[in-house]
């Protein structure tokens, strides 16, 4: 188990994430319960999710199959209601451990991994929810659909290959206020017909809820700075 003091160090962190979220959500008239924090335990080990779950965490998000598959089926052995995340790139060779392992993947971003997830989710009959990401800010070197064909990618992720999406994921650029992107991918989803807004992290977060976030992601602000 983690030690006593960081134990406490998340919980507390945690404690104060949950107000701020409620604060941000009251501020626009919209209930906190709205709003599932995705605790981001990437590089954390286990003894660090040991301690949010004790504190009462049970949304978690990984960037890595390979690093959620050495933490969490031990984890969720212990706490069945544990939800899993996918947050970072998927290859399309790991759908099939992916499917088998997360909850919610929020990184669908492409036609090819789309087909290998709908065929992957009909061989195991699991269907994990999906947010399709949208690169917000056009960058070259992210991943995520452009702004413009967001809308015909999850008519083929939907309408064509069944695949249960359910809402929409960005990750604005560095160096830009956050958000124009946060609004612009509300603007989006609501043109799809999509409920869900995956925004904000440790920095933004309060932004994301007032602009409609219904999942932020939030990561160093629980667990502490990345070695």
């Known amino acids: 188990m983690s030690s006593e003091p960081a134990a406490q160090a998340i919980a507390a962190s945690l404690a104060e994430i949950r107000t701020r979220i409620e604060r941000a959500a009251e501020a626009v008239g919209r209930p906190a319960g709205e709003v599932t924090l995705v605790a981001v335990s990437k590089t954390f080990g286990a003894e660090a999710v040991a301690a949010a779950i004790a504190a009462g965490q049970r949304v978690f998000g990984e960037n890595r199959v390979q ?43 492409r036609e090819k ?6 065929r992957e989710m009909a061989r195991q009959g699991r269907r994990p929810r999906c947010f399709v990401q949208v690169n917000t800010g056009e960058e070259p070197q992210k991943a995520g659909v452009a702004p413009a064909e967001a809308a015909a990618f999850v008519r083929l992720c939907r309408d064509e290959l069944g695949l249960p999406v359910e809402g929409l994921m960005c990750i604005p650029p560095l160096e830009d206020a956050p958000a ?9 989803a609501a043109d799809c017909g999509l409920a869900g807004l995956s925004m904000g992290m440790s920095a933004d977060f309060e932004a994301a809820v007032q602009l409609g976030a219904t999942h932020v992601r939030v990561g160093s602000a629980i667990f502490g700075s990345r070695s």
């Open 67 to 109: 690093e959620a598959q050495g933490k969490f089926p031990e984890l969720r052995a212990r706490h069945p209601d544990l939800e899993l995340h996918l947050i970072g790139p998927l290859q399309s060779n790991k759908t099939a451990e992916a499917v088998a392992l997360f909850d919610v993947i929020q990184t669908l971003d």
């Open 180 to 188: 124009p992107h946060f609004g612009l991918l509300r603007g989006l």
């Open 113 to 118: 991994l789309a087909r290998a997830l709908a």
